[in-house]
């Protein structure tokens, strides 16, 4: 028919996005994946580790890895196990390599630190634990752009904001949400957050001014969980089901809940689509958890503004999913994205590609993109400063800095209550004391010294200020 021909193909350089598993050799095999039965992703990846939540006799543990370190992992390979029951959700600081906040059934949420070489027994010792929570914390998500800002979210209906820097609590964000909180989601500067709730509601939440600026009563008038993240320019992407019980996305505009931009259906099935976004490409991943595929969607300015790009397809369905931040990415192969996709015994990495004929660095596909600096400090952001993320190029590849010690500042020592549990004793005889366990001491040694060194300082400084003070009355 004559009204065919007129149908321009839309140019997108991402219609050809195709993803393929690693070769079985770059697999991480023999990992016992958690079971709880829990919407989270399971895993959180960065440019030098893969963090897993396992299974774990009585308490909660999640595995780290040194990216390399593909194959078979080793039985004993030491876990991070602090927490009393199982850990619900974790996530890398997006400022810091090394650190990894992990949120857990037993009411709290931990911040430790992984060193650059693995050690030699479990990690015990979080850096810092945050108590605040009356139930289970099923969300955890660093800040994007604000240096040690955390947020949590239980199943009191809660959504704390911390400062892992001092441990305190900055803000509880509370009677917003009258049921249990599905996801939570920052903007690209983090100004404002979105949540989706069992109450049928997504809400647009300025934190700071502790106000819901935007709801949406049923964008989907299916029952089963809603996910919601922000997109670019302030618009917001859900998922979630019909009445029917068919799978639906949707695009919104903060700005006009009323109407969505973009709704469609696409399949009968009743996992909940994970949304992963990259911001750099304007392309939505959406992961069904114990789907086999991974759908992928590009977000344009004209109609009908989410594009269907392509599916990947597996045999085997996911647990759940990490995403690999940009600057993690090869772009020597033109990988546009990255998962790694846990199997109930093993972990395979996705990688999403663009194909191109040319060696040379694509400078279309990798715009900068977020580096590893924070634009602000805790306080500044709490004050109401906003800042978007420093960016970085790619142009020579990322090459992740060397470890950076996260330093716990307590305001007042005297009010902080002593940590629950008996206290460890570590006897140096022991036998698989090894160099590792040495230079983790001398380090710990270095860092006390230091952090006497600043207490000495500041003491001298305010005994100088109280002398100018009191001679100033006299």
């Known amino acids: 028919p004559p009204a065919m021909s007129r149908r321009v193909v839309r140019q997108s350089k991402f219609r050809h996005v195709f993803g393929q598993p690693v ?17 989270s992703s399971f895993c959180a990846v960065n440019p030098k580790f893969v963090a897993i939540i396992v299974e774990s006799g009585g308490g909660g543990a999640f595995i780290v890895l040194p990216l390399a370190k593909t194959g078979r992992v080793d039985k004993n390979h030491p876990l991070v196990t602090g927490h009393t029951a199982p850990v619900l959700d974790i996530d890398w600081c997006p400022h810091n390599d090394n650190v990894i906040a992990s949120a857990s059934e037993d009411t709290t949420v931990m911040v430790w630190q992984i060193p650059d070489y693995v050690p030699v027994r479990n990690i015990t010792e979080p850096v810092v634990t945050l108590e605040g929570h009356s139930k289970r914390v099923s969300i955890i998500s660093w800040h994007p752009t604000a240096r040690n800002v955390l947020l949590s979210a239980g199943c009191d209906n809660l959504v704390i904001l911390w400062n892992v820097g001092t441990g305190e609590m900055l803000l509880a964000l509370e009677d917003m949400h009258t049921d249990l909180i599905y996801n939570v989601g920052w903007n690209r500067n983090g100004s404002l ?19 819901i600026i935007a709801e949406k009563t049923k964008p989907h008038d299916g029952t089963r969980p809603i996910r919601a993240i922000f997109v670019a320019d302030g618009k917001i992407f859900t998922t979630g089901f019909s009445k029917m019980s068919e799978r639906q996305l949707g695009l919104w505009d903060l700005n006009n809940f ?32 114990g789907d086999s ?47 790694f996709k846990l199997h109930e015994r093993k ?16 400078d279309d596909l990798y715009p900068d993109t977020p580096g590893p600096e924070p634009a602000l400090e805790a306080d500044e952001w709490l004050s109401g400063k906003d800042a978007e993320p420093i960016l970085i190029s790619l142009r020579d590849g990322y090459v992740p800095v060397k470890n950076r010690e996260l330093k716990v500042v307590k305001k007042n020592i005297l009010d902080s209550k002593p940590p629950p549990g008996p206290r ?30 600043a207490q000495e300082k500041r003491i001298s400084d305010l005994e100088n200020k109280l002398c100018q003070f009191t001679n100033g009355t006299d």
């Open 23 to 39: 070769k079985a050799d770059q697999m991480y095999e023999d990992i016992r994946v958690s079971k709880v039965t829990c919407d």
């Open 193 to 211: 957050l979105v949540t989706t709730c069992k109450d049928k509601k997504v809400r647009v939440i300025d934190p700071r001014k502790q106000q």
């Open 258 to 289: 009323e109407e969505p931009i973009a709704l469609q259906e696409m399949d009968t099935s009743n996992g909940v689509l994970l949304p992963f976004y990259d911001a750099d490409s304007s392309i939505v991943y959406l992961c069904g958890k």
């Open 293 to 339: 595929s991974i759908r992928y969607f590009e977000i344009t300015d004209e109609a009908p503004y989410v594009h269907y790009l392509n599916t990947y397809s597996s045999k085997e369905p996911q647990r759940g999913m990490g995403f690999m931040p940009k600057r993690g990415l090869d772009v020597s192969k033109c990988e546009i994205a990255r998962f």
């Open 347 to 362: 972990c395979e990495p996705i990688v999403m590609t663009v194909p191109r004929k040319s060696d040379l660095f694509q």
């Open 424 to 453: 460890r004793s570590h006897s140096t005889c022991d036998s698989d004391f090894s160099q590792p366990g040495l230079d983790e001491v001398l380090e710990e040694i270095r860092a006390l010294k230091e952090m006497v060194q």
